[in-house]
């Protein structure tokens, strides 16, 4: 039972798989994150002028998209991405607790992935996995800081983000967390110093009894909320503030963005 949305690794498209499980749907295609990335190309193209480059800085053929473009495509939703080490307010309060904030957004080599809180939980959400991972309260601030050790660029994401019926539900009905494999905290001592790789390699080593045990917790939690459902009790809106289909979005784009391109 999929109740958490989890795009997995397709070919280089991480910078898409990134923003749509951020997002909680398939909100984004590579050809719509093309698109943008034409648009801030030909931006800077028109304010350089003759000294120029027609090779574009914002993607490659690969399919990897800069932090540019996923911050063009986030303000549809009026998301920003700010520098975990920048001096925002969202990124201060970020560092003084990471729990202050709804998500961030990674980036290492080339890889984007995002980290989300879905009800009062926090999940990794990196396609690189198979599944969604539950991180523990106490493991969020170690593993920011593990992440800033091994040379990642963290972004606070600042704005409301998308409802989903995933956040709706988790509020009510909380995985248990002795019923699914929580990330590892970092080891004390010398050990400390081994790096994120082998970590996350270990990771993807537990990854299908992760995946089965998250998925039954998610179904118990399911059953849960539906069980003490009343009629009082808000439902998820988001067919009514986000675009819902990909024609929705696209028009929602051009509405936002259209000018730009003129």
């Keep these: 039972m999929d109740l958490i949305f989890h795009e997995k690794q397709e070919g280089s498209l991480c910078g898409q798989h990134c923003l749509n499980n951020l997002l909680q749907g398939a909100y984004f295609s590579a050809v719509d994150l093309a698109d943008l990335a034409s648009q801030l190309d030909e931006t800077e193209r028109s304010h350089l002028g003759s000294n120029s480059s027609s090779t574009s800085h914002n993607m490659d053929d690969s399919g990897y998209f800069s932090i540019q473009v996923l911050q063009k495509a986030l303000e549809i939703w009026n998301i920003c991405l700010f520098s975990f080490k920048s001096s925002r307010p969202e990124a201060v309060a970020a560092r003084i607790d990471a729990h202050s904030q709804k998500a961030y957004i990674c980036n290492f080599q080339d890889h984007w992935f995002s980290i989300r809180k879905i009800g009062l939980q926090w999940f990794n959400l990196n396609s690189m996995h198979s599944a969604p991972e539950l991180i523990s309260d106490t493991y969020l601030s170690l593993f920011l800081a593990q992440l800033q050790t091994d040379g990642y660029s963290i972004f606070v994401v600042s704005g409301n983000l998308p409802d989903c019926d995933a956040d709706a539900i988790l509020k009510l009905a909380p995985i248990e967390a002795n019923k699914v494999k929580l990330n590892q905290t970092p080891r004390s001592g010398s050990e400390n110093s081994s790096d994120l790789e082998k970590a996350l390699e270990e990771s993807r080593q537990m990854n ?55």
């Design 208 to 262: 299908e009894e992760n995946d089965e045990s998250l998925q039954r917790a998610l179904k118990e939690s399911l059953q849960e909320y539906e069980k003490n459902q009343t009629s009082d009790i808000p439902q998820c809106q988001s067919t009514s503030r986000i675009p819902a289909t990909q024609e929705e979005l696209r028009r929602k784009r051009l509405e936002k963005f259209g000018s730009s391109s003129n």
